[in-house]
């Protein structure tokens, strides 16, 4: 198919995740969560496969790992040295799947490998990175570590809090980290050619469409926004039911006024979830008197997911004051859809015609460090076909063929890159 070892690759690729996925948070599950130990260690881990694979490699100031392949000529030290990044995140959800974010970063590893065995250097370094912060699971941030790279890491982010009222700057330094440093972690848009992420669809599409590989066109925007509901606590035995201001029968009412604002819009593939709430005194005879709850509402284009968001805090506000409570709002990531590079769709697509197969286009509804790269330089992403199209979940599952069908293309994509004369 390319004269590459496909399913040495994936074997290979297949190794190291399994590696990754024993480094956890938790005995039976996967968590791993932003500059946790086991983040650390997944990063010491991930570093060393660099070096073997004859990168050289740093910690930034938000702990994302960056391995160095020189290109062609490079001298150590060489300033401006124009670079392809290819990358993802290793940071995980609560109880997820080991090739969320970790296929992209062990494909990288093992096409830079390729190249080392082969002698070869290009007219560019390539450089892999390792983002600790996608998922956005511990502080209310999402994209920091790929956002400090391209430039647009925000510092009040430095404020948020864990579920332990550690801030993320605490974290930081607990981590060895300097906050004063993100500034310089910030790559100058000379050095990004491009930045190219392979993971893994996280939906059916290419599952349905029995395709391997398919190139992303764009990936939807979304919201989260944290919805605070405030009532009165009560007696669960005293209070009649026509008297209370029971605040987590307000919020229940409000996620279904959420799921039905979604589910009137198939035309703009929005989709809206609640998964994380919390419910206070949380004693089981007392009514509820404050319960907090976070909404993530994403749509393949942002008008509509705009005028979603606005139609549901009106609705939040009448349930609200219904039921005698109050409502509250903190929208602290919008994250606006991002579109794929044509020039580096092609690429892509070339690169995966060239093993053969049909390179199918598809949206992405999950979000990716993609959309914080675009603040820096051209993005693309390459999907690989994952079970039942099953993500965020231990189901989560590529088999050895496709994640080998993946590090070939790439090969064949950093082969034949060519970045554009710049002005
Ligand atoms: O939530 C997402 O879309 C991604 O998995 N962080
Ligand atoms: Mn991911
Ligand atoms: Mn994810």
Same mark, same amino acid.
């Given at each position: 198919?390319?004269?590459? $070892? ?120 390539? $450089? ?33 809090? $864990? ?57 939807a925007g979304q919201f989260r926004t944290r919805v605070t509901v ?16 029971d605040a987590l029968l307000a919020a229940a009412e409000m996620t279904l006024a959420a799921e039905q604002i979604a589910k009137a819009h198939p035309e703009a593939a929005m989709v809206a979830t609640v998964g994380q709430i ?13 319960v907090e709850f976070v909404l993530d509402l994403r749509a393949a284009s942002d008008a509509p997911r705009h005028a979603a968001l606005q139609s549901f805090t009106a609705r939040a506000e009448a349930l609200a004051a219904a039921r005698?409570c109050?409502v509250?709002f903190?929208t602290?990531? $919008? ?30 509804g ?58």
């Amino acid at each position: 198919m390319s004269g590459l $070892d496909i399913d040495r690759l994936g074997r290979r690729a297949e190794a190291m995740l399994e590696e990754l996925a024993a480094i956890s948070e938790e005995p039976d599950r996967l968590t791993r969560r932003y500059l946790t130990p086991e983040h650390k260690r997944a990063a010491h881990l991930v570093a060393q496969w660099m070096a073997e694979a004859g990168m050289t490699t740093a910690e930034d100031a938000l702990g994302t790992i960056r391995g160095h392949y020189p290109m062609a000529g490079e001298t150590p030290g060489a300033n401006a040295v124009p670079r392809l990044l290819i990358g993802s995140h290793i940071d995980t959800v609560i109880n997820a799947g080991k090739y969320d974010g970790m296929l992209g970063v062990v494909c990288g590893i093992l096409a830079v490998e390729h190249f080392r065995d082969a002698e070869r250097r290009m007219p560019f370094a390539v $450089d892999v990175l390792a983002f600790g912060d996608e998922e956005g699971v511990r502080f209310p941030t999402v994209l920091s570590s790929s956002a400090a790279l391209a430039g647009t890491f925000d510092p009040a982010w430095l404020d948020g809090k $864990d579920r332990d009222g550690v801030t993320l700057d605490a974290a930081m330094r607990d981590y060895g980290l300097d906050p004063a440093a993100i500034p310089a972690a910030a790559m100058s848009r000379d050095e990004a050619l491009a930045y190219v992420e392979i993971h893994i669809e996280q939906g059916p599409v290419l599952e349905h469409g029995d395709k391997p590989l398919g190139v992303v066109t764009s990936i939807a925007g979304q919201f989260r926004t944290r919805v605070t509901v405030s009532g009165m606590a009560g007696h669960a035995g005293t209070v009649p039911m026509p008297l209370r201001q029971d605040a987590l029968l307000a919020a229940a009412e409000m996620t279904l006024a959420a799921e039905q604002i979604a589910k009137a819009h198939p035309e703009a593939a929005m989709v809206a979830t609640v998964g994380q709430i919390s419910v206070k005194p949380g004693a089981i005879n007392v009514i509820p008197d404050r319960v907090e709850f976070v909404l993530d509402l994403r749509a393949a284009s942002d008008a509509p997911r705009h005028a979603a968001l606005q139609s549901f805090t009106a609705r939040a506000e009448a349930l609200a004051a219904a039921r005698g409570c109050s409502v509250a709002f903190e929208t602290y990531h $919008d994250c606006p859809t991002a579109g794929c590079a044509p020039w580096l769709q092609d690429g892509l697509g070339r690169s995966i015609e060239n093993l053969g197969l049909a390179a199918p286009r598809l949206v992405s509804g999950a979000g990716h460090d993609g959309q914080a790269m675009a603040g820096l330089t051209d993005f693309a992403m390459m999907f690989v076909r994952c079970n039942g199209g099953i993500s965020h979940n231990p189901l989560e599952f590529s088999t050895v063929a496709d994640m080998g069908a993946a590090v070939a293309a790439l090969i064949r994509f950093i082969e034949d890159f060519t970045p554009p004369a710049r002005s």
